[in-house]
């Protein structure tokens, strides 16, 4: 069953009475702002990221700068796994200086990224194999609200995986819905989650460049639709980006390269069809083929004019 948790401004008091060692890995702009949210409560934090500005922002916060994962994780209890998809989780957890190896029996690994729910039962599976509890959480909000201690997670484990995790979870999350007791449950909703983002990104590119080609004012329009019931949050989010001309990444084209492709394989696994998805999932590659892989998501509407002659604001050079 979904459990809201209570309101950020409500759950971070008295917080600091109860600190505990957490380990972030994958110091991105989630992956930071949740450390920060961590330290902000009072919580000691170690973090790691291949990126030595990353590591850098950490301590800038207060945090311990880690030389690898295994060493952000020796003196942790809980481990907050913040990277990319499936492969990258792998290696962080069972690779060369892995973090499973390195910590206590008992602790927590809290899982973040997006990828198939095959992929979360193994991982799981291997933990526990370990001695270690594995909660199956990733998470969707943004980077603001990774900032802001209200990202939504997804999550799924054994009860003894929660509670070791609420520390965490308590201070990271504006809401927490505990939707099984089985690692790949979560990971289920959240590639739900992507379609609809991803769907949504396209459909906004596509009818902001229509209505340019139709000779509307932009800006008029983002404004008239944000407030009529073809609203979507990602309209409202992401076409801001395109009047800017700002396709500084706050997510990327290939984020959605990635969870539209396991949604894809899943769908062929499953002989389901996924005809709208499949179409944003096309769109995203065309995106990602012509340069614009590692740009905002919004980019796709960059593609849409190029490719049918639309004006559009300039984009910015970063």
Not at 229 to 258: C, Q
């Amino acid at each position: 069953m979904g459990r809201n948790r209570l309101s950020a401004p409500d759950r971070h008091k008295g917080q600091r009475a109860m600190t505990t060692t957490i380990a972030v890995i994958g110091l991105g702009s989630m992956g930071l702002g949740m450390a920060k949210s961590l330290l902000r409560a009072g919580h000691t934090v170690s973090g790691y990221d291949p990126s030595t500005q990353a590591v850098a922002a950490l301590s800038v916060e207060g945090g311990r700068a880690a030389t690898h994962p295994a060493d952000a994780a020796s003196d942790a209890s809980i481990a907050v796994v913040v990277v990319v998809n499936a492969a990258q989780t792998e290696t962080v957890l069972f690779g060369d200086n892995g973090i499973v190896a390195a910590m206590a029996s008992g602790s927590v690994i809290i899982s973040c990224a997006t990828m198939a729910p095959a992929a979360a039962k193994a991982f799981g599976a291997r933990c526990a194999e370990h001695g270690l509890l594995y909660l199956d959480a990733p998470m969707s909000g943004g980077a603001a609200r990774a900032n802001t201690g209200e990202l939504t997670f997804m999550a799924s484990g054994t009860p003894e995986a929660f509670a070791a995790a609420r520390p965490a979870l308590d201070i990271m999350a504006g809401k927490v819905y505990e939707l099984g007791d089985e690692a790949g449950i979560g990971a289920s909703f959240k590639i739900v989650n992507q379609l609809l983002a991803g769907v949504h990104i396209a459909a906004a590119c596509e009818a902001i460049t229509f209505a340019s080609k139709l000779g509307l004012d932009i800006a008029k329009v983002y404004e008239v639709i944000t407030a009529s019931a073809g609203n979507s949050w990602m309209f409202e989010n992401r076409v801001p980006h395109i009047l800017d001309g700002d396709y500084a990444p706050k997510s990327a084209v290939n984020i959605f390269t990635k969870d539209l492709g396991i949604v894809s394989d899943i769908g062929r696994a499953e002989t389901f069809p996924l005809p709208i998805a499949t179409s944003a999932l096309q769109l995203f590659l065309a995106t990602a083929a012509a340069g614009m892989g590692r740009d905002d998501d919004a980019s796709p509407a960059r593609l849409i004019a190029q490719i049918t002659g639309v004006d559009l604001p300039a984009a910015k050079t970063n």
